[in-house]
């Protein structure tokens, strides 16, 4: 069965009956390593075709679908058709025209892709693999076409008509009128790389950019002066850019194993709902160095005014400053009873409900029950949607280390609506299994129902790189002088400053660190307190000091772990901290390096990964 972006069920509402049949023909008749995309904008400028069919071994074939009865065509000609619509006579374009046309423009941007051009051989400069286009007349039968001459103006093996996809069409037969529309085939069979390739030109929503700038790629390929087309590309994989496309209304739930790209798609279906929703978004997340990233992301997006984005707690105060509601002041603490007013105010009815379109919650592992509760009271509940993000993994905040309630008990209701995202894509194989051997005692996968959470087990999406380096130094100071040495090395191979992180398990360290690494002319900016977080600025060129809890969420292609010897261990927190220095440490893309100076627990455990 072929794949078909969106899926069927999340897309049928919108379909033509002829797209349908379509899209169902394209599912049963083709063999599963076909893909096939529907209504999705072409293109920077989101032009659109109803259907475009990828295949190894045929090509790039794109479909109109046109539910014409044969009595509602007045007039024909090659480039337009005159329609008896129910307002009267309509011309539009003819379809082979239409079709003709977006496939020529994506032409021109697959084109200029040296890795999507043939190297040598009869075929030097052209593309690399054949494409084709056609049209499906969903209500005509092939004789009807014939007979009315609409061969003479749509050329007749680029048509497609009704009692050709009839579900009872053998598949061959039904595969055989697919290509034939094409001009002129050829034997291809297109690597992986390629088709990743097509899907990054064909589709700029799907490009992952780094950290530095933003969640999405977003240049275009047809601007007026187009830009660089990079030899190495990021982009959603199939499973990700399935799952973002075929969002729904109503609740959702991913549960995500660690770079498994969960924000990625939160900010894809941000980007989606903005364009759609007349009410705003609300973006929230427990870490703060987290949502300003996030909050950055949505303003080079130009979208801020439509997605607002909160650290939970600043969110609370705003709705507190907003409304004109007393905030709390006294002993105890500050933050409980901050949550605890807002949950007040709503209940008295001096904070409203359903104030927003969509509510997307991201580290959902690390908010109470009250909190998610009264995050769900803040949706529409006429057509919101709602989306929590989950990684048990990386429950650093909560004592058992998972949730001890049930998704509906705080009115979450996403039972058949639940997502898991296993394959980590952040960390090559050798981070992620160093990572995880450290780990797995703590990190024992579990299955539950759908109103749970599971604890998810990584699996490395295959990609290499250097060993992870532990290094066992003499002191502190010797740490922090193979800090530097190591950084400005990989400054000497071409790393920015900007791509390196810093985890560092207590503030003082954080201190400790950028002195020493500011002595030695290094850039550095610390996140150690509330001002230093918000103000983080990930395209700024310097090295980024924090805390393990602040890097959470966030990736860098260098992370340096000093002092992990120091962690404070007791029977209580050796699960925690565990768990903490394992999300430290998948914030890694392609460089981990942990140091120490101590003899400890996790210095004897790591040193024998």
Not at 141 to 165: K, N, S, W, Y
Request: charged share 25%.
């Amino acid at each position: 069965m072929a794949s078909l972006i969106p899926s069927l069920n999340s897309c049928v509402g919108r379909m033509q009956a002829g797209e349908r049949r379509v899209a169902e023909r394209l599912q049963s008749h083709l063999e599963d390593d076909y893909l096939c995309w529907y209504e999705i904008p072409v293109g920077k400028r989101a032009r659109y075709t109803d259907f475009i069919v990828l295949h190894p071994g045929r090509g790039l074939l794109l479909l109109e679908v046109k539910d014409w009865k044969l009595d509602t065509i007045r007039a024909l000609d090659r480039a337009t058709v005159t329609l008896l619509t129910g307002s009267g006579l309509k011309i539009v374009p003819n379809p082979i025209e239409q079709v003709r046309q977006c496939a020529y423009r994506l032409l021109k941007v697959l084109d200029r892709d040296p890795q999507l051009i043939q190297p040598d051989g009869a075929r030097r400069g052209k593309l690399a693999f054949p494409y084709g286009y056609g049209v499906v007349l969903s209500r005509m039968t092939r004789r009807q076409f014939e007979a009315h001459g609409l061969d003479q103006v749509m050329p007749a093996h680029q048509v497609l008509c009704a009692d050709e996809m009839t579900e009872s069409v053998e598949a061959e037969a039904f595969q055989k009128r697919l290509w034939d529309m094409f001009n002129a085939p050829f034997p291809v069979q297109m690597t992986l790389p390629q088709i990743d390739r097509v899907r990054w030109h064909l589709f700029p929503e799907v490009r992952v950019a780094g950290l530095q700038d933003g969640l999405f790629d977003a240049s275009s390929s047809e601007a007026a002066s187009p830009p660089e087309i990079p030899d190495v590309i990021r982009l959603m994989d199939l499973q990700q850019e399935q799952l973002a496309r075929s969002l729904g209304a109503g609740h959702r739930v991913i549960h995500g194993v660690a770079g498994s790209g969960k924000t990625m798609i939160l900010g894809y279906r941000c980007l989606h709902l903005a364009r759609q929703l007349r009410k705003p978004i609300l973006v929230t997340c427990f870490n703060i160095v987290l949502a300003t990233h996030l909050r950055r992301i949505m303003q080079s997006e130009g979208v801020e005014d439509q997605v607002h984005v909160y650290h939970f707690h600043d969110w609370c105060g705003e709705q507190l400053r907003r409304y004109h509601v007393t905030s709390p002041i006294g002993p105890g603490d500050y933050i409980d009873a901050l949550v605890r007013a807002v949950i007040a105010a709503v209940d008295k009815g001096q904070i409203p409900r359903a104030q927003y379109g969509a509510v997307m919650i991201d580290e959902g592992q690390d908010f109470d029950a009250d909190w998610l509760r009264l995050i769900v009271q803040m949706l529409d509940p006429d057509d919101g949607s709602l989306l929590l993000l989950y990684d048990d993994a990386q429950s650093i905040y909560r004592p058992k280390g998972t949730l001890d309630f049930a998704l509906s008990s705080v009115g979450i209701q996403a039972r058949g609506r639940t997502s898991i995202l296993r394959i980590n894509y952040r960390n090559t194989r050798e981070i992620l299994d160093f990572s995880y051997r450290f780990a797995r005692h703590y990190l024992t996968p579990g299955e539950t129902d759908e109103d749970h959470v599971p604890l998810v087990a990584p699996e490395a999406a295959g990609r290499h790189g250097p060993p992870v380096c532990f290094k066992h130094c003499g002191s502190l100071e010797e740490e922090i002088a193979f800090a530097a040495e190591t950084l400005s090395k990989a400054r000497k191979d071409g790393l920015g400053w900007r791509d390196v992180a810093i985890a560092c398990r207590a503030r003082w360290l954080i201190d400790k660190m950028a002195a020493g690494l500011g002595r030695r002319g290094i850039p550095v900016q610390t996140l150690a307190d509330r001002c230093g977080k918000k103000a983080f600025d990930p395209t700024a060129d310097s090295v980024k000091i924090m805390t393990m809890h602040s890097i959470k969420g966030l990736e860098f292609p260098m992370v340096v772990i000093p002092d992990v010897g120091t962690i404070t261990l007791d029977a209580d927190n050796m699960a925690s901290e565990a768990k903490l220095l394992y999300v430290a440490m998948t914030r890694a893309i392609y460089t981990l390096v942990l140091t120490t100076h101590t003899e400890s627990e996790f210095g004897r455990r790591l040193s024998v990964i």
